[in-house]
């Protein structure tokens, strides 16, 4: 963790790991087992999700949701299923985040809509719950689409 910094009232779940040179500003939120890779600057108030994992010389204002990898433009680039498997989530439990996270990230709706379809069409479970509560309590949108 050298050359990192973490600001004022921020809070860092367990197991999380930040490169050399990572900035992250005050009142964040990085709940456990995120991963930032070096020299990423998280603006403040945003909420990184569980198992999460930010790739190198990125910067971002806008929520990271759970189990996802963040291209250096900021935008979401599928789903982390190395730490999924690293901490026991089941492969079948991985394929429904990667289903959820096709309805918020690939369909043409809002991410009000994308909830309902995920609720309506993706088998429950603690992982799927989490987003959904995650997406649901955004207050500053989460990160874009892929871009092409």
């Known amino acids: 963790m050298e050359g990192a910094h973490i600001s004022h009232d921020t809070k860092v779940g367990n197991g999380c790991?930040?490169?050399y040179g990572t900035k992250i500003a005050g009142d964040c939120i990085i709940e456990d087992h995120a991963i930032f890779s070096?020299?990423?600057?998280?603006?403040?108030?945003?909420?990184?999700?569980?198992g999460a994992m930010i790739q190198a010389g990125t910067t971002f204002s806008q929520d990271v949701p759970p189990y996802i990898i963040v291209t250096k433009k900021g935008t979401y680039g599928g789903v982390n299923f190395a730490v999924g498997r690293q901490h026991g989530v089941d492969?079948?439990?991985?394929?429904?985040?990667?289903?959820?996270y096709r309805l918020?990230?690939?369909?043409?709706?809002?991410?009000f809509d994308a909830i309902i379809q995920i609720e309506e069409q993706v088998p429950p479970g603690k992982e799927i719950d989490h987003i959904v509560e995650f997406?649901?309590?955004t207050e500053i949108g989460i990160l874009s689409k892929t871009v092409h």
Not at 104 to 111: A, K, M
């Open 17 to 19: 790991v930040f490169g």
């Open 135 to 137: 997406l649901k309590t």
């Open 104 to 111: 918020v990230f690939n369909g043409n709706g809002s991410l």
């Open 38 to 50: 070096s020299s990423v600057i998280e603006n403040a108030k945003t909420r990184v999700g569980e």
């Open 91 to 100: 492969e079948k439990v991985l394929k429904h985040i990667a289903n959820a």
